[in-house]
């Protein structure tokens, strides 16, 4: 995850990258309910993230690779 957020944060999406980040951060410090957590507080993040972001996420695009690397299909 700290790659395809950090490759966006990088190239076009910092904002939207900050949030998700500290929305992760905040519900780390309960990994049990870390989804649940992550969930309720992050949804409208992720949404904004994958608004600005997805086009680097596209095959061949900037992004692609970092989730291709790690198994994560985008």
């Known amino acids: ?3 395809i957020i950090g490759c966006a944060a990088q190239n076009g999406c910092p904002g939207q990258s900050q949030t998700d980040i500290d929305c992760i951060y905040a ?5 049990a309910g870390l989804q649940a957590c992550a969930r309720k ?15 680097l ?6 992004c692609h690779a970092e989730g291709a690397g790690c198994g994560i299909k985008l």
């Open 57 to 62: 996420w596209s095959p061949g695009a900037m």
């Open 1 to 3: 995850m700290d790659g």
């Open 41 to 55: 507080n992050g949804m409208a993040g992720i949404g904004a993230l994958d608004g600005c972001a997805s086009p």
């Open 27 to 31: 519900c780390s410090k309960d990994p």
